[in-house]
């Protein structure tokens, strides 16, 4: 079946612009994350989605940052006044369940100039 | 709360060698350890998991990975190297119990492996 899908791929912004990610799950999986990826760095977590349960936002860096989720669905990652520290690849994962093997999509890798 | 130390940023191997990965963790209980391997602008793709029985786990490309508990170690192995295992190797680890955050991988800082023909 069809992996996790993101867009854009790749996405050029200006500094102080407002961005929006968009993940796409695989179809079934409850669970979804977000995580960020830094040049040269590991993966730090962002955001977790679990149903309709309540979002643990505790990753986000700063209240620029917020994301939302459609049912079991579509997610968004928002990055508002965007600065250059931003710049980052920016990878979801799903999984069956919370604690299931996660699943991730290509990413979105986003350059705030 | 739990870390990951990959204690190298680079390993080089030729093709047809044995492979290692290392990979060390820190997590309070019996960790949950997972192998990704990300090729260059491409997401991560899952290679194996361990969550308890053999600590020999088999995973996918004939990779597989050693988890021992008294060193706190999950390095990755493959027999014989291939140039197409050339590519950026993570390793992750998850607390087993329930509860806020044990559903968040860790990740180390990644491997890069480069297979010489």
């Known amino acids: 079946g069809a992996g996790v899908s993101q867009s854009p791929s790749n996405k050029v912004t200006e500094k102080g612009k407002d961005v929006e990610l968009r993940c796409d799950p695989i179809?079934?999986?409850?669970?979804l994350y977000w995580y960020r990826q830094r040049l040269g760095q590991g993966l730090e977590f962002l955001i977790y989605?679990?149903?309709?349960?309540?979002?643990?936002k505790s990753g986000l860096p700063s209240d620029r940052f917020s994301a939302e989720r459609t049912g079991e669905s579509v997610s968004t990652l928002t990055i508002q006044r965007t600065q250059q520290e931003d710049s980052a690849v920016y990878l979801c994962?799903?999984?069956?369940?919370?604690?299931?093997?996660?699943?991730f999509g290509p990413g979105t890798r986003l350059l705030v100039l | 709360a739990q870390s990951v130390a990959q204690p190298e940023d680079q390993v080089n191997v030729a093709e047809g060698n044995p492979l290692t990965v290392k990979c060390t963790y820190s997590?309070?209980?019996?960790?949950?350890l997972f192998w990704y391997v990300q090729y260059p602008n491409r997401g991560l793709q899952f290679l194996l998991k361990?969550?308890?029985?053999?600590?020999l786990v088999k995973g996918s490309y004939g990779f597989e990975a050693e988890f021992n508990k008294s060193q706190t170690s999950f390095h990755l192995k493959k027999p014989s190297a291939l140039v197409s295992d050339s590519a950026l190797y993570f390793c992750?680890?998850?607390?087993?119990?329930?509860?806020?955050?044990?559903?968040?991988?860790?990740f180390g800082k990644g491997t890069k492996l480069s297979v010489i023909p």
């Open positions: 361990y969550i308890t029985g053999d600590n």
């Open positions: 179809s079934g999986h409850t669970a």
């Open positions: 994962a799903s999984s069956l369940g919370r604690r299931e093997t996660q699943y």
């Open positions: 989605f679990q149903g309709n349960s309540a979002p643990d």
């Open positions: 992750a680890v998850r607390p087993p119990e329930s509860g806020a955050g044990s559903y968040q991988l860790t």
């Open positions: 997590v309070s209980g019996n960790p949950y």
